[in-house]
């Protein structure tokens, strides 16, 4: 057995937050950051997973194969969580660590995992292309989800997603804005639990078919706007719908009031990433973000793969 080796891409979803669970159409994009993750053949049977992000070590584990059981941890938590998903990926795929040899793995994170660009799911992703799983149902199995994330780790570009029935529909979006220089993504440094936010959607959010339709005619409408002008007009209507839906304010008014542009949040609203458009460069929208204390941003075109 040979080294192996995978990539898969970090993602923001620009539309269809939550409701994308519920059927409706959305507008995701893979990111140029992601993940890698390399896996070599050695003699002892055993698996020692050593996991990097930009900043160094992450975490170190031992497991003992084929149980899974683990015999050293730099970080307990997540060690044991790593032993849950690779006996998920096993369940699925019973000969993958019931080989003659055992694995050193190493996996490398090119993003802070505080973001929300996809720690899991690139995960995911490359671990069912190690095991030659489905990655949609290891996902089922272990974070759940719609499952956009597992279409961006491996697509090329801006993409639809939409749960038909359940089953995952993927379609090429082309979407690549002349604007692109004017829409920028910011850290709001409150990173938010998915699973969490989608229980409190799930019990608290009220809806109807027509949002859900709503949002879907929003993502094919955005990917035809010629001006910022016709996109933040969307955005802004997307973030007025789902403000309603939520009974949350919006993004805007609680941090940015003073932009002359539209803001827009992306994933669990709270935390992560938000969308801006502006009509700064990006000096000038740095020395304004700077002013606001949010120092972690990207422009669309530094940041998205296209």
Request: hydrophobic share 40%; aromatic share 12%; net charge neutral.
């Amino acid at each position: 057995m040979k080294t192996r080796s995978w990539f898969a891409n970090g993602k923001l979803l620009l539309t269809g937050e939550y409701l994308v669970m519920h059927g409706a159409k959305a507008l995701a994009v893979p990111l140029q950051l992601g993940q890698a993750m390399v896996v070599q053949p050695i003699s002892e049977k055993m698996l020692k997973w050593n996991a990097l992000k930009i900043d160094g070590l992450w975490f170190q584990t031992f497991l003992t194969l084929p149980d899974l059981k683990v015999v050293h941890s730099t970080n307990d938590e997540l060690s044991s969580r790593l032993a849950t998903i690779l006996s998920a990926t096993a369940s699925l795929n019973s000969r993958i660590f019931n080989e003659e040899t055992g694995f050193k793995v190493e996996t490398h994170l090119f993003f802070n995992p505080e973001y929300g660009f996809g720690s899991s799911s690139t995960l995911i992703s490359n671990l069912a292309e190690w095991a030659e799983v489905d990655p949609y149902t290891l996902l089922k199995q272990t974070f759940g989800g719609s499952g956009y994330d597992i279409a961006c780790a491996r697509c090329k570009g801006p993409i639809f997603y939409q749960l038909d029935n359940g089953h995952p529909s993927v379609q090429e979006a082309g979407f690549n804005p002349s604007f692109a220089d004017k829409i920028f993504f910011v850290y709001l440094g409150r990173k938010q639990k998915s699973t969490e936010a989608i229980s409190d959607f799930k019990r608290s959010a009220i809806f109807s078919q027509n949002d859900i339709h709503r949002v879907s005619q929003i993502s094919e409408e955005i990917i035809k706007a010629k001006s910022l002008k016709d996109f933040e007009q969307l955005i802004s209507e997307h973030e007025t719908l789902m403000s309603s839906i939520l009974k949350k304010p919006k993004v805007k008014s609680t941090f940015f009031s003073d932009l002359e542009g539209s803001a827009k949040s992306l994933g669990a609203w709270g935390g992560d990433f938000v969308l801006l458009t502006t009509k700064k460069n990006q000096s000038e929208m740095k020395d304004y973000l700077f002013g606001k204390g949010f120092s972690v941003f990207f422009s669309y075109n530094d940041l998205v793969l296209t």
